[in-house]
């Protein structure tokens, strides 16, 4: 970021991913990064082969001439995409190697926008989105009481410079709240479009900032301002460790990387989750729960298999979410302390460093009194993953009361199934041994002339009398079975209803149960 002229100006930061496969079968997929090779490796530079961020992350500085119309900011995005590539390239030499890493290791890419003085407001970015709802995203800073995400000061200057977070708008000025990744493709500007819902893909994030010196940079000698404040910028006479804007543009594009790939999990979840759940409800309260009792036992049992899968679905991103929310928290309390350390530092070459809202003071996290706005995201971003956790746990119980109500089904027709056995075996051998033991016994007291009518007739009459309760329970099983074959037809409401409707108020030798209430 040298600036030579007070004129406008604007770079980039690329921040990827450094795979270490960790056995040959995840070699196939992830692979190593090359710069990562001591004999490969050069001198650490963020305007060359990057730097090291953490043990798992390498950031990229690419800067634009001076003087460059805005306009043509995409070109610049892709001839300095492109020149990354060419630096992996060179580490793998196969060039197309080299482009699927950086497809598959990019975690987000932020433009910073520089002026001397001019509104933020007058700087608007846009660019195109591949998607049917939205035809493209303005990046701007829609409110002129817009916080900035910290000030800064120096000795003996009456002035103070600030950098902004530009929001995405879409065309009509309206927030853009749909996540939006940034996409690279041969021979075609970078633009946007909707997340890959599948955990591999890259997703990368996109930001935008602005910075700007001051409403009244020294015409005669600006560089005696800007140097001071870009020496603190990018951390030239302070320590060793990450500079100012390498910290602060590398935590937000993890935080807003992490927090778009579980937030669309999420949503897709929710929704599929609400609309099963919603589907099972109405299922099983139709007809009085009629279809529920008249599924096969296969359907019954491949439903309540769905319904364990999706359980299990949303258990992974429930785990996910934890893991995602703890992420960002580190990642604010991490940055929260390096920013402490930056801003004790500033103080030592005459600068201040100003993070909150209204006036200088220790940044910590989490806040306990105003919020400071370069915190406020993280904040934001746990809070809505949570909100998600809670929504889902509370799907996943009317999900699991549905499991159970299932599982009564299957184990109601189960035991229903050995009754309906039972009362079969018990009949047959009831009529076999009463009628062949009444005419053995009758023919033995009455000779070779056997039964007559009359006695044929109260022998039945006895077993008839006997085997009524289970005689009935056959009639209502035919009942049930001839009802579900004629369900979800004009049969059913004109015929099968009403009569089931009577079977199940009515109550077999309800006389002789009122009559033993009676005498207890």
């Known amino acids: 970021m040298n600036i030579k002229t007070p004129q406008f100006e604007y770079v980039f930061y690329f921040l990827f991913r450094t795979y270490r496969p960790i056995s ?67 580490a793998y030499e ?27 407001q007058q700087h608007t970015l846009t660019i195109p989105v591949d998607d049917s709802q939205i035809d493209q995203v303005q990046f701007s800073q829609p409110d002129a009481s817009e916080l900035p995400i910290f000030r800064l000061n120096i000795k003996d200057f009456h002035q103070t410079a600030a950098c902004y977070r530009f929001q995405p708008l879409t065309s009509q000025g309206r927030a853009c709240l749909k996540n939006l990744s940034l996409c690279f493709e041969a021979e075609k500007l970078p633009y946007l479009a909707p997340l890959q819902n599948t955990e591999s ?74 609309e099963r759940n919603r589907y099972y409800a109405d299922y099983a309260h139709q007809s009085n729960e009629a279809r529920a009792h008249c599924a096969r036992t296969r359907l019954l049992e491949q439903q309540l298999q769905d319904m364990h899968s999706f359980n299990t679905e949303a258990q992974m991103v429930i785990s996910r979410i934890q893991g995602a929310s703890q992420t960002i928290e580190i990642n604010a309390d991490n940055l929260a302390t390096r920013l402490e350390h930056i801003r004790q530092e500033t103080l030592r070459v005459n600068g201040e460093l100003d993070f909150h809202a209204i006036k200088a003071q220790k940044i910590h996290w989490p806040a306990t009194h105003e919020d400071f706005p370069l915190l406020t995201p993280f904040k934001l971003f746990i809070r809505k993953l949570d909100d998600h956790q809670i929504y889902i746990e509370q799907q996943l119980k009317y999900l699991a009361a549905l499991r159970d109500k299932w599982q009564l089904y299957l ?9 309906y056995l039972n009362t079969l075996v018990t009949v047959l051998i009831f009529l076999l041994a009463g009628t062949t033991g009444g005419i053995v016994t009758l023919n033995v007291n009455k000779g070779l002339m056997g039964l007559n009518f009359v006695d044929q007739f109260y022998i039945y009459l006895a077993i008839l009398i006997l085997l009524a309760p289970i005689l009935w329970r056959i009639v209502t099983w035919i009942a049930q079975i001839t009802c579900c074959i004629f369900h979800g037809t004009w049969l059913n409401r004109l015929i099968c209803r009403p009569i089931m409707q009577w079977i199940t108020s009515l109550e077999f030798f309800s006389l002789f149960k009122r009559s033993s209430r009676k005498k207890i």
């Not at 196969?94 to 933020?120: F, R």
């Not at 602005?210 to 603190?232: C, K, Q």
Request: hydrophobic share 40%; charged share 25%.
């Open 24 to 90: 040959r079968q995840m070699a196939e997929q992830r692979w190593e990064d090359p710069l990562l090779d001591p004999l490969l490796s050069q001198s650490p530079d963020v305007l060359k082969g990057g730097i090291r961020f953490e043990e798992d992350k390498r950031l990229f500085r690419r800067d634009v001439p001076a003087g460059q119309p805005l306009t043509e900011w995409r070109d610049y995005l892709n001839q300095s995409w492109l020149q990354i590539v060419q630096v992996y390239a060179e």
């Open 94 to 120: 196969d060039e197309q190697k080299a482009a699927q890493y950086c497809q598959n290791a990019l975690v987000g890419v932020t433009l910073l926008i520089l002026d001397k003085g001019q509104p933020s």
């Open 201 to 274: 893909a890259a997703n990368p994030a996109f930001l935008v900032s602005f910075f700007y010196y001051g409403e009244t940079v020294p015409d005669a000698n600006p560089s005696a301002w800007r140097t001071p404040v870009e020496n603190i910028l990018l951390g030239k006479g302070l320590s060793k460790h990450s500079s100012l804007l390498s910290t602060l543009f590398t935590r937000m594009m993890m935080a807003q990387w992490q927090f778009m790939r579980i937030h669309e999990a999420a949503k897709d979840l929710r929704n599929r989750l609400q």
């Open 411 to 419: 184990d109601n027709r189960k035991t229903q199934s050995g009754e």
